[in-house]
């Protein structure tokens, strides 16, 4: 089972950029899609973009294109996801999963699992 621990979160103005990682342990991570999530506060969870096994097939919500870019580093078991010009309604809990499987067929919450714990992302007006 795959362990996910997110950093990068925080507080920044508009306009501004964050970039958050997403550590996995476990021999088995680059065998899977990856997947970032955001929850504001009173809203259901919702994909923000995701990634294949290899890192060839990407995924974007229409709310984050050509602002956010997702990313992995197999060798090192990790997954990032930069995000520019950061708006206030992107303030949410960002959250990374794993997909069913090494191919990206889905980007329903509710097909992921191991999820991390969250980080916040709080940009001001």
């Known amino acids: 089972q795959v362990q996910l621990v997110e950093s990068g979160g925080g507080l920044v103005q508009a306009g501004g950029s964050l970039r958050l990682s997403c550590a996995a342990s476990g021999r088995t991570f680059s065998s899977y899609a990856m997947g970032w999530f955001r929850q504001a506060q009173g809203k259901e969870r919702a994909v923000v973009a995701a990634?294949?096994?290899?890192?060839?097939?990407?995924y974007y919500s229409d709310s984050v294109k050509g602002r956010f870019t997702i990313s992995r580093d197999n060798a090192k078991n990790t997954v990032y996801l930069q995000m520019n010009s950061l708006k206030p309604e992107d303030t949410a809990v960002y959250y990374c999963?794993?997909?069913?499987?090494?191919?990206?067929?889905?980007?329903?919450?509710?097909?992921?699992?191991?999820w991390g714990q969250g980080t916040q992302v709080t940009v001001s007006s």
């Open positions: 990634i294949n096994w290899s890192g060839d097939n990407t």
């Open positions: 999963a794993v997909g069913p499987g090494g191919r990206l067929v889905t980007t329903h919450p509710a097909d992921f699992n191991s």
